[in-house]
């Protein structure tokens, strides 16, 4: 099977990298490009941008530093944050992104999901999701960062959004996001074991055992990490070595 | 030798991140829309994403069909990328049977998402996978793979897979849940791969950057 994948997720508002508690309490970290690039220097597998503020604003500043990235990092790059039409995933990927993540227009209007997919294909489609708990075994899909809730259950829109095309799916546990405690693997596991694409788990990173476990127990197809890396907590052939030693099956750059 | 590589712009697949990849690789590409354009072309790069059936129409819309085939006969370097590759094979069953450029025999069939283990994997195929060269080829040398290490890790996203009839056609392949299937091909001056080198790395980089020395 295809290796799990690193995923250093870049949270964006304006020029700047970001980072939150719960996808809010946003402290300002530096440069996004500089980063990029040292995680692709370190072998990262993929990079995750999301404009955070960009639904909130309907503007979308990321173009620039998609641009600047795609010039000199080659791994795979998935943007989100504001897409709203197939106008603006073109214009993102004219940017240089390979995927764009679409979390609450997709919600608007899911149509747009299959338009993504049929224009671009369902390997550019990737669904963001944003999951709170509700219940044990139960979550909603909230948009805007968390902010607004949508009264849809994550695995029947996760369902219903592959079947319009989604080629992949960004699972962010609210709940976790920012909070080092771990992924929330049920949830992952929830989605993981119904949905036939890769499942990135989201959200909650804090040690390698914690995405030993949401790979293992949660089949998660690949971790986002922010938070650890962003802050050097640990570094990405470090998160490796680490998780071959756990028996995770990893690309070994 | 020129470095020129001329990108077949389709509308299909993400042009600016090969060209840029092409770039870094040290060659200048730019991208060629007219069947003249094509035909004139040093190097030809063959993108392609999405729907194989998609790929062919397009291509065969624009008129384009007949320059890749005269440019392939005209022995020029020639490389295919994802659905780029599957094309130049005689047929697909992607979404039906769909023929294909019929420059290197095989078909396309859908990764078997059953394990040799049994077990069901997910489709697509997302992600990084290592480079193995075929028991029957002594070594990649005077191929596109010249300066790779065996083993060497690209990206893939896809759902089918290129089948060659032919094992010495087969410069690559890697491992599906205990299936080999071909990952790069090579015949005469066609080579290509389902990898996408410009996503995979400086060692994605070193294979477009050998392609330009061909």
Same mark, same amino acid.
Request: charged content about 20%; aromatic content about 6%; glycine content about 10%.
């Given at each position: 099977m295809p290796r799990t994948r690193l995923i250093a997720r870049m949270? *964006?508002?304006?020029?700047? +990298?970001? &980072?939150? *508690?719960?996808?809010?309490?946003?402290?300002?970290?530096?440069?996004?490009?500089?980063f990029a690039q040292r995680y692709y220097e370190q072998g990262v597998d993929e990079l995750i941008?999301?404009?955070?503020?960009?639904?909130?604003?309907?503007?979308?500043?990321?173009?620039?530093?998609?641009?600047?990235? =795609?010039?000199?990092v080659f791994v795979p790059l998935i943007?989100?944050?504001?897409?709203?039409?197939?106008?603006?995933?073109?214009? +993102? +990927?004219?940017?240089? =992104?390979? &995927?764009?993540?679409?979390?609450?227009?997709?919600?608007?209007?899911?149509?747009?999901?299959?338009?993504?997919?049929?224009?671009?294909?369902?390997?550019?489609?990737?669904?963001?999701?944003?999951?709170?708990?509700?219940?044990?075994? &139960?979550?909603?899909?909230?948009?805007?960062?968390?902010?607004?809730?949508?009264? +849809?259950?994550?695995?029947?829109? =996760?369902?219903?959004?592959?079947?319009?095309?989604?080629?992949? *799916?960004?699972?962010?546990?609210?709940?976790?996001?920012?909070?080092r &405690?771990g992924f929330?693997?049920?949830?992952?596991?929830?989605?993981?074991?119904?949905?036939?694409?890769p499942?990135i788990a989201s959200?909650g990173m804090g040690s390698v055992e914690h995405m030993a476990q949401v790979v293992n127990?949660g089949?998660a197809d690949a971790v986002a990490i922010a938070d650890m890396l962003h802050y050097s907590r640990i570094e990405l052939p470090d998160i490796r070595s680490a998780a071959v030693s756990l028996g995770l099956e990893v690309r070994k750059p | 030798?020129?470095?020129?590589?001329?990108?077949?712009?389709?509308?299909?697949?993400?042009?600016?991140?090969?060209?840029?990849? @092409?770039?870094?690789?040290?060659?200048?590409?730019?991208?060629?829309?007219?069947?003249? !354009?094509?035909?004139?072309?040093?190097?030809?790069?063959?993108?392609?994403?999405?729907?194989?059936? /998609?790929?062919?129409?397009?291509?065969?819309?624009?008129?384009?069909?007949? $320059?890749?085939?005269?440019?392939?006969?005209?022995?020029? $370097?020639?490389?295919?990328?994802?659905?780029?590759?599957?094309?130049?094979?005689?047929?697909?069953? !992607?979404?039906?049977? /769909?023929?294909?450029?019929?420059?290197?025999?095989?078909? @396309?069939?859908?990764?078997?998402?059953?394990?040799?283990?049994?077990?069901?994997?997910?489709?697509?195929?997302v992600g990084w996978n290592p480079l193995?060269?075929?028991?029957?080829?002594?070594?990649?040398?005077?191929?596109?793979?010249?300066?790779?290490r065996e083993g060497s890790w690209a990206y893939f996203?896809?759902?089918?897979?290129? @089948?060659?009839?032919?094992?010495?056609?087969?410069?690559?392949?890697?491992d599906?849940?205990?299936?080999?299937?071909?990952?790069? @091909?090579? /015949? !005469?001056?066609?080579?290509?791969?389902?990898f /996408? $080198?410009?996503k995979s790395g400086p060692a994605g980089?070193?294979?477009?950057?050998?392609?330009?020395?061909?």
């Amino acid at each position: 099977m295809p290796r799990t994948r690193l995923i250093a997720r870049m949270d *964006i508002k304006g020029p700047n +990298l970001i &980072k939150g *508690i719960n996808l809010e309490g946003l402290r300002k970290i530096g440069d996004p490009r500089e980063f990029a690039q040292r995680y692709y220097e370190q072998g990262v597998d993929e990079l995750i941008y999301i404009d955070i503020v960009a639904s909130l604003y309907g503007r979308n500043s990321l173009t620039d530093i998609v641009r600047h990235t =795609a010039e000199h990092v080659f791994v795979p790059l998935i943007v989100g944050g504001g897409v709203r039409s197939v106008r603006d995933a073109e214009d +993102l +990927l004219n940017a240089g =992104a390979d &995927k764009v993540a679409i979390n609450t227009a997709a919600i608007a209007s899911p149509k747009l999901i299959q338009a993504i997919a049929r224009q671009f294909g369902s390997q550019c489609m990737v669904l963001s999701i944003e999951a709170k708990q509700i219940t044990p075994g &139960k979550w909603e899909a909230y948009t805007d960062n968390g902010r607004e809730r949508t009264g +849809l259950d994550v695995v029947n829109w =996760a369902r219903q959004a592959i079947d319009l095309g989604a080629g992949e *799916i960004l699972l962010t546990s609210v709940d976790r996001e920012g909070t080092r &405690k771990g992924f929330d693997v049920a949830l992952t596991h929830a989605v993981s074991s119904v949905v036939p694409v890769p499942v990135i788990a989201s959200g909650g990173m804090g040690s390698v055992e914690h995405m030993a476990q949401v790979v293992n127990e949660g089949l998660a197809d690949a971790v986002a990490i922010a938070d650890m890396l962003h802050y050097s907590r640990i570094e990405l052939p470090d998160i490796r070595s680490a998780a071959v030693s756990l028996g995770l099956e990893v690309r070994k750059p | 030798m020129s470095r020129n590589v001329a990108i077949i712009d389709y509308g299909v697949g993400n042009l600016l991140s090969v060209a840029r990849a @092409v770039t870094a690789a040290g060659g200048s590409p730019f991208l060629a829309c007219s069947p003249d !354009e094509v035909a004139k072309a040093d190097r030809l790069l063959l993108p392609g994403v999405g729907a194989f059936g /998609h790929c062919i129409d397009t291509l065969t819309a624009r008129g384009l069909v007949e $320059p890749i085939l005269s440019f392939a006969a005209g022995g020029r $370097p020639f490389l295919g990328i994802c659905v780029g590759m599957q094309i130049l094979f005689d047929e697909s069953t !992607e979404f039906g049977l /769909h023929r294909g450029l019929g420059l290197i025999a095989g078909r @396309v069939e859908r990764i078997p998402a059953e394990g040799r283990d049994g077990r069901y994997y997910k489709i697509p195929y997302v992600g990084w996978n290592p480079l193995l060269r075929p028991t029957g080829r002594e070594s990649w040398r005077g191929t596109v793979l010249e300066d790779t290490r065996e083993g060497s890790w690209a990206y893939f996203t896809h759902s089918y897979v290129a @089948v060659p009839v032919n094992d010495a056609d087969c410069l690559a392949e890697g491992d599906y849940f205990g299936h080999r299937r071909a990952t790069a @091909v090579v /015949h !005469e001056n066609l080579s290509a791969c389902q990898f /996408h $080198p410009e996503k995979s790395g400086p060692a994605g980089l070193a294979i477009l950057s050998r392609f330009l020395s061909l």
